[in-house]
């Protein structure tokens, strides 16, 4: 059974970082392409970044790009995202994807 669990999300004030993890079970991890999606408050889920099993950054978001890094830890099937220079467009829920599996979501709010 395919899990994804998101963890460190929070209250950040603008300017601020946080990381999030998505741990993964169930599947094969290593070659896995993984992404993050978000979906902010009254809008529609978007995609943030995906990453491929060898850590090759296949995309990433125009509105992210330069603040958010994607990576991941096969030895410890985990993923991640790096997000510094937070603004309060950022506040949505943010959920890990593996085809046709989603984490639960986490929430992340910017705010002073």
């Known amino acids: 059974q395919v899990q994804l669990v998101e963890s460190g999300g929070g209250l950040v004030q603008p300017g601020g970082s946080l990381k999030l993890s998505c741990v993964a079970s169930g599947f094969d991890f290593t070659w896995a392409i993984m992404t993050w999606y978000r979906q902010p408050p009254g809008k529609e889920r978007e995609l943030i970044a995906t990453?491929?099993?060898?850590?090759?950054?296949?995309n990433i978001a125009d509105s992210v790009k330069g603040r958010f890094t994607v990576s991941r830890d096969n030895s410890k099937n985990t993923l991640y995202l790096q997000m510094d220079n937070l603004i309060p467009d950022d506040t949505a829920v943010y959920y890990c994807?593996?085809?046709?599996?989603w984490g639960q979501g986490i929430q992340v709010t910017v705010a002073s």
């Open positions: 994807n593996h085809r046709f599996d």
């Open positions: 990453i491929l099993g060898g850590g090759v950054v296949a």
